[in-house]
């Protein structure tokens, strides 16, 4: 017999041919950003590539990487989830900023129509773990909400044990772009991470985070296309392939590869700066008397008086504070998230829940005074005036309840759209807006309309957000086209109208009421007359707080203008020298409505869960 000697490097090519052989693929359709309610073709987009994915053989399962509505209603989620039952494949969702930033139902429905906000699971050798981001009802940089922060942790774990490979995934890339990217991308660094998955950009880009590398697809929508699209995603060998998919007609060439393997991030160099706090180093005037972090988000302003400060979070709890030391005194559970600011009387803490109910909590140990339930969310936070209570809804409502009992007084029921901000009343009338692009005065003691206003605009350029501000028999808005109005208060008549100052929704008021104040987009903050017959700027200060965007109303107190920014800093401006007085930042995520306190001291809570008792000289 002759034996023939078959060389080393044969053998080992002929093994890893065999191992790539024997390999199965794993493929699935990565789909994103389907805006269903907007365009109107939305939903024909995504019913077309529902049909064209179960056409495709082999599939695992489909993603679908948030913004799966446009805004967030329940009616959009509900039709979303129709047309994606009929996948004969199993679909993972989370939701994305469309989603949260404008839910009339207070980001409650997404968990219930589609079971989960976030998920994890094995397919192949890989976990995947997908979570969303916003921001939550606040318009501001994005966000992974504090309670997806921990649960990412928790699932991190879990992997850092047994060095299971990882592919993540979230709506919004992990750059800076998300206000708290970088603990995500720490933890992530953690673990085996092998890739991530975003959408948010609508556009197929190879991307890197941090040396991770990336992908963001392209939206589902056609945009000027005759047709939309999504990607198909092949893993085999280590290796991972992007192919996009026209529905009913193509399978383009792979425009992006990624190989799968561990990475050694101590020796990358892509690590980008984290937030800054150098800023509080040129400030020492100021400084926290206490700090503390909550486990959930907090989308809603603190209240105090010198016994008692209450905020509420989004785990659905109403918390107490002492404001001298901020030791709880004690905690409400309501049945939702809570995005209301309280309002506080000598006896209790009224407040709303996307559970929606109104609630009337004893001050002393949370009890329940009285509680009204209306049947839909409320996001709106009430407001307090004399014997009443003023509060609007999510299903085209405005009510009043008596303070004392809870007994409900009026309903008016011609609102277009939902209610989210705090109202406003002086003797006669009571006043707020609504996403229906539309500004209402209803008769306090009836409830029935006075008169109405509106931009005549897209939904999201409503006068919602801001609180509207009265001053001389005046109303003043600000609304999300850049504009600053004044009305009649009496008949609604608009006075004069500005978007010189380009300014996005936040608005406040002096405490002698002789001006309003307006955060511009960029930089600088305006005090503009509320006398003059046309649009008058008395002063501004430059902060250089750079592009700005949140709501959260400006404040004063004793002299001291408060402004808060969608990245952590509140701004303390001396209105006689107009000058910065002092400066801090305490987060890098939105800072909610400030409540100042006296002794030059304020109360302050973040959307990422901060809270904080800041005192300056």
């Known amino acids: 017999m002759i034996r023939f000697a078959i060389p080393l490097f044969f053998l080992t090519l002929f093994a890893l041919f065999?191992?790539?052989?024997?390999?199965?693929?794993?493929?699935?359709?990565?789909?994103?950003?389907?805006?269903?309610?907007?365009?109107?073709?939305?939903?024909?987009?995504?019913?077309?590539?529902?049909?064209?994915?179960?056409?495709?053989?082999?599939?695992?399962?489909?993603?679908?990487?948030?913004?799966?509505?446009?805004?967030?209603?329940?009616?959009?989620l509900r039709e979303t989830k129709r047309i994606l039952d009929q996948l004969i494949y199993p679909y993972y969702v989370f939701p994305g900023n469309h989603d949260s930033k404008w839910s009339e139902n207070g980001c409650n429905v997404f968990r219930q129509v589609f079971g989960a906000e976030r998920f994890a699971f094995t397919a192949g050798k890989y976990r995947f773990v997908g979570c969303g981001s916003g921001p939550n009802m606040r318009m501001s940089p994005g966000l992974v909400a504090r309670e997806d922060v921990l649960w990412v942790k928790k699932e991190l774990e879990t992997l850092k044990r047994t060095g299971q490979p990882l592919i993540f995934m979230n709506h919004y890339p992990l750059d800076e772009s998300l206000a708290n990217w970088y603990l995500l991308t720490d933890e992530l660094k953690g673990v085996n991470v092998q890739a991530a998955f975003c959408g948010h950009g609508h556009r197929n880009r190879s991307m890197n985070f941090e040396?991770?590398?990336?992908?963001?697809?392209?939206?589902?929508?056609?945009?000027?296309?005759?047709?939309?699209?999504?990607?198909?995603?092949?893993?085999?060998?280590?290796?991972?392939?992007?192919?996009?998919?026209?529905?009913?007609?193509?399978?383009?060439?792979?425009?992006?590869?990624?190989?799968?393997?561990?990475?050694?991030?101590?020796?990358?160099?892509?690590?980008?700066?984290?937030?800054?706090?150098?800023?509080?180093?040129?400030?020492?005037?100021?400084?926290?008397?206490?700090?503390?972090?909550?486990?959930?988000?907090?989308?809603?302003?603190?209240?105090?008086?010198?016994?008692?400060?209450?905020?509420?979070?989004?785990?659905?709890?109403?918390?107490?504070?002492?404001?001298?030391?901020?030791?709880?005194?004690?905690?409400?559970?309501?049945?939702?998230?809570?995005?209301?600011?309280?309002?506080?009387?000598?006896?209790?803490?009224?407040?709303?829940?996307?559970?929606?109910?109104?609630?009337?909590?004893?001050?002393?140990?949370?009890?329940?005074?009285?509680?009204?339930?209306?049947?839909?969310?409320?996001?709106?936070?009430?407001?307090?005036?004399?014997?009443?209570?003023?509060?609007?809804?999510?299903?085209?409502?405005?009510?009043?309840?008596?303070?004392?009992?809870?007994?409900?007084?009026?309903?008016?029921?011609?609102?277009?759209?939902?209610?989210?901000?705090?109202?406003?009343?002086?003797?006669?009338?009571?006043?707020?807006?609504?996403?229906?692009?539309?500004?209402?005065?209803?008769?306090?003691?009836?409830?029935?309309?006075?008169?109405k206003w509106t931009n005549g605009k897209l939904r999201n350029f409503s006068p919602a957000a801001c609180t509207p501000i009265l001053a001389h028999n005046r109303v003043f808005i600000q609304t999300p086209d850049r504009t600053v109005t004044a009305l009649d208060a009496a008949t609604g008549r608009e006075i004069w109208k500005s978007n010189q100052h380009k300014g996005f929704e936040s608005i406040g008021a002096s405490e002698d009421k002789s001006v309003i104040y307006i955060k511009c987009m960029q930089d600088s903050v305006y005090a503009l007359s509320t006398r003059s017959g046309q649009m008058q700027a008395d002063w501004f200060v430059n902060c250089r707080y750079g592009y700005e965007i949140s709501p959260s109303p400006i404040t004063e107190k004793d002299g001291v203008v408060f402004v808060p920014t969608d990245d952590g800093v509140i701004y303390g401006l001396d209105k006689s020298t107009r000058r910065i007085r002092f400066a801090h930042k305490l987060s890098n995520a939105m800072v909610n409505r400030i409540q100042p306190l006296s002794r030059r001291r304020v109360l302050v809570t973040t959307m990422d869960g901060k809270v904080a008792a800041l005192r300056f000289e």
């Open 18 to 76: 065999a191992k790539a052989q024997s390999e199965q693929p794993l493929r699935f359709a990565f789909v994103t950003d389907t805006h269903i309610g907007a365009p109107a073709t939305a939903a024909e987009d995504l019913q077309r590539t529902v049909a064209d994915i179960n056409t495709q053989s082999g599939l695992a399962f489909v993603v679908v990487t948030g913004d799966l509505t446009d805004f967030g209603t329940e009616t959009e």
């Open 211 to 451: 040396g991770i590398p990336a992908v963001m697809g392209r939206s589902n929508l056609r945009a000027t296309d005759p047709v939309g699209g999504y990607n198909l995603v092949t893993i085999q060998n280590d290796t991972m392939r992007f192919e996009e998919r026209t529905p009913g007609l193509t399978t383009r060439p792979v425009w992006n590869t990624i190989v799968l393997r561990k990475h050694d991030f101590s020796k990358d160099n892509t690590r980008h700066p984290r937030p800054s706090y150098a800023l509080n180093q040129t400030y020492p005037n100021v400084r926290p008397d206490w700090e503390k972090q909550d486990s959930s988000d907090i989308g809603a302003g603190i209240v105090a008086d010198r016994r008692l400060a209450v905020y509420p979070n989004t785990h659905g709890q109403v918390v107490a504070l002492d404001p001298e030391t901020g030791r709880d005194r004690w905690r409400f559970q309501t049945g939702g998230k809570v995005y209301a600011t309280p309002d506080l009387t000598s006896k209790g803490v009224v407040v709303a829940s996307t559970d929606g109910t109104v609630y009337y909590l004893n001050r002393k140990n949370g009890n329940v005074i009285w509680k009204q339930a209306t049947g839909r969310p409320l996001v709106a936070s009430p407001l307090v005036d004399g014997k009443t209570v003023y509060i609007g809804s999510s299903e085209g409502k405005f009510r009043a309840f008596s303070l004392k009992d809870g007994a409900k007084l009026w309903e008016f029921d011609g609102v277009s759209e939902f209610v989210e901000s705090i109202p406003t009343a002086d003797d006669q009338r009571v006043y707020f807006g609504s996403w229906g692009s539309t500004l209402y005065a209803l008769d306090k003691s009836t409830g029935k309309l006075a008169w």
